[in-house]
Structures are given as C-alpha cells and as structure tokens.
C-alpha cells in the first residue's frame, strides 16, 4: 500500500516531532554536527570550497571570519573575488 503524498507526510512527520522530542541536547548536537559535516561535503563536491565558506559566513559571520584568520583563509577567499 502507498500512501498519498499528504497521508505520508504526516507519518513522516509525527515520527520526526516525536523522536526530536525525545532526543538528549547531546544527541542533538551529535545530530546536528554530524549532519552538517555531511551537508558540507556534499556543498564542496557540488561546487568546491568556496561555496562552503560562503555557507558557513551566511550562518554565522562573525564565527567564521574568526576561523578564516585562524586557518589563513582570507587570501583564498579574496583571489576568488
């Protein structure tokens, strides 16, 4: 039996709320790390590691300009530019 995009929807859904709710914050952040990671690399194989910095700047600027110094990134990034 196949459910309708709607029906199937809601399942998917309920079970995301309800094993979220569940969650530790350790899991959580666990999650979270690990599915960024993921989101990262697949960000870098599209269309290379500039468009990763420019993913991580638009989540949190000041952090990653901290960490662009501390990796000497600020080069790479302005030839680009």
């Known amino acids: 039996m196949t459910l ?4 199937y929807d809601k399942v998917v859904r ?3 709320n309800d094993y979220v709710n569940n969650l530790t914050p350790d ?7 690990e599915q960024s990671h993921i989101d990262f690399e ?5 269309t ?10 638009s989540w949190d600027s000041e952090l990653f300009e ?5 990796f000497d990134l600020e080069e790479q990034i302005d030839e680009l530019y």
């Open 42 to 46: 697949n960000i870098r194989q599209d």
């Open 14 to 16: 309920k079970f995301v």
């Open 27 to 33: 899991q959580l952040r666990e999650m979270v790390s």
């Open 66 to 70: 901290s960490i662009s110094k501390e």
């Open 48 to 57: 290379g590691q500039i468009s990763v910095w420019e993913e991580m700047a």
């Open 4 to 7: 309708s995009i709607k029906e």
